[in-house]
């Protein structure tokens, strides 16, 4: 079998994707097309991973008294941020919609599997993060291809690990990875929102990058 010809065209297209791939807090809350959950997973499942161990699990959070109880961790732990600010900075931060729990309906819960049989422990006796990161590339490719089928992605973190693990009742030793919001934005904008709402800007490239 050729490989596929990634011509100008397609790269072009691939950066657009890249530039719109935002952090998305205001959802709309029509469901997602039949099926659509499934596809996106089903991409996100050919991400990379150490050993070829696959080591993320997804865990689809449609329970009404789960939702509660997050939204119920998200609450305490953001104002438990805030009252850790003081002056304009605490003001600003009071205004952030930072959880889009209310509106996203799909919501995912990621974790790692520390140990995977899957892999046989291949790449990672020395960086057993290794699994972490595999996860997180899984989160990044379902995040991409979302964003090419018009659905938008929120990350959530200001969250209680055990908490979230306790409320989903999932194996004691899988690590929480994330918390996932997915759903069509109710504005498209390739400027992220916390830069659009005045709380950081993007730095040069050059600041990133050390030659030895």
């Not at 100008?8 to 809350?29: G, P, V, Y």
């Not at 999932?170 to 400027?191: M, S």
Request: hydrophobic fraction near 40%; charge should be negative.
């Amino acid at each position: 079998m050729n490989a596929p010809d990634f011509d100008a065209e397609f790269r072009a297209k691939l950066q657009d994707l890249f530039t719109w791939r935002r952090d998305i807090r205001h959802f709309k809350t029509d469901p997602l097309p039949t099926g659509a959950l499934d596809r996106l997973l089903a991409i996100a499942d050919q991400a990379p991973s150490v050993g070829l161990s696959q080591p993320w699990r997804f865990v689809l959070v449609e329970d009404n008294t789960a939702r509660s109880a997050i939204r119920a961790s998200f609450e305490i732990h953001n104002k438990a941020a805030l009252a850790g600010l003081d002056g304009d900075r605490a003001s600003l931060y009071a205004t952030l919609k930072l959880a889009g729990l209310d509106q996203a309906p799909v919501h995912l819960a990621v974790f790692c599997d520390p140990d995977p049989i899957q892999g046989g422990g291949l790449g990672r006796q020395t960086m057993p993060e290794t699994l972490d990161f595999s996860t997180v590339g899984a989160i990044q490719t379902l995040w991409l291809a979302a964003r090419a089928e018009g659905i938008g992605l929120g990350w959530l973190s200001i969250l209680d690990p055990k908490a979230v693990s306790n409320t989903l009742d999932v194996p004691h030793n899988w690590r929480f990875i994330a918390y996932l919001c997915l759903g069509y934005p109710q504005q498209e904008t390739d400027i992220p929102e916390l830069e659009r709402a005045g709380w950081e800007n993007r730095s040069p490239l050059s600041n990133r990058i050390i030659r030895r």
